[in-house]
């Protein structure tokens, strides 16, 4: 690790951690309803699966799982890549999201990925993180975000009705 | 069939726009799809907030929507890349989205999108990109 490798959050290490950010997973309801799985961490490394489900398909011809489902994965594990590099974990936002696609995803396969925070700072995290179905050297797709980190109350603000 | 009832013809025969639950409307060669809020499209529930994939995947699903619509084809694109900006957060009401074919190359179009829900002049998300509409 070099010294300008993300810090360890919150999550510590080992069995407890994972299951916390299990549980943070399926507090989503749009990742329950994908069925996205966090299945390893390794500091600000996470890595995940989303199941094929006949529902998730974008061509009918092929049974091809539609890319609007590999966007979704590919936020929230990079989201919580993002959680995991930071010292006091709170909540982030999506500043923006980048994905390139190199090929569909074989139909009738789980799609797995993997992402890493590797630059956070005081309000901004970047993330890398790549989809595939055995391994990160034959990907599906690529992504790269950037995500506003919840150190200030004002996250939100724009949720509530303006002040008269 | 009128172009209407083609569109929603396509539309429900992808299986993932069902499960958001995508509507389709068109105007001349305009398209806007419709995305009713429904509660397993949430990210956030404290706030509570769209999932940004989803809103996305809306304006993805737009693109290469409009993009059949621009090059008269019944076959969808595929998609190359795309970047989408998040500006506001989903609120849980129901979101638009329309697409602006930028360019059709002979291999591959350029295309933009914008998400809204209560205001047209509000967007809650960009997307910008580049799909393969020939092989």
């Known amino acids: 690790m070099t010294d300008d490798a993300p810090p360890k959050g919150h999550y510590g290490e080992g069995h407890d951690a994972l299951e916390r950010v299990r549980e943070m997973t399926r507090w989503t309801p749009h990742g329950r309803a994908l069925g996205i799985e966090v299945t390893k961490l390794d500091g600000a490394r996470v890595w995940g699966r989303v199941p094929y489900k006949p529902e998730l398909i974008g061509d009918p011809e092929t049974g091809v799982v539609a890319g609007g489902v590999i966007t979704t994965f590919l936020d929230q594990l990079s989201g919580m890549a993002a959680v995991l590099a930071m010292r006091e974990p709170t909540t982030v936002a999506t500043i923006d999201i980048r994905i390139d696609y190199m090929r569909g995803a074989e139909p009738g396969r789980d799609v797995l990925a993997e992402a890493h925070c590797y630059k956070i700072g005081r309000n901004v995290a970047f993330v890398r993180a790549v989809a595939f179905e055995d391994s990160a050297e034959n990907p599906i797709a690529h992504a790269a975000s950037a995500f506003m980190l919840n150190t200030q109350t004002k996250f939100g603000t724009n949720l509530r009705g303006k002040k008269t | ?135």
Request: avoid cysteine.
């Open chain 2, 1 to 135: 069939m009128s172009p209407q009832e083609r569109l929603t013809t396509a539309l429900a025969r992808i299986p993932y726009a069902n499960f958001l639950g995508v509507r389709a409307e068109l105007k001349g060669d305009e398209l806007t799809l419709i995305l009713p809020y429904s509660e397993h499209l949430v990210g956030n529930p404290l706030l509570p907030a769209l999932h940004g994939g989803v809103v996305g995947a809306l304006m993805e699903l737009t693109a290469i929507t409009q993009l059949a619509i621009a090059s008269k084809s019944d076959k969808f694109a595929k998609t190359i890349d795309i970047g989408v900006d998040f500006l506001r957060s989903g609120k849980p009401v129901d979101t638009y989205a329309r697409a602006r074919v930028v360019k059709i190359g002979r291999r591959i179009a350029n295309v933009q999108a914008e998400a809204w829900q209560n205001e047209r002049s509000q967007p809650i998300a960009a997307m910008h990109g580049h799909f393969l509409v020939a092989e």
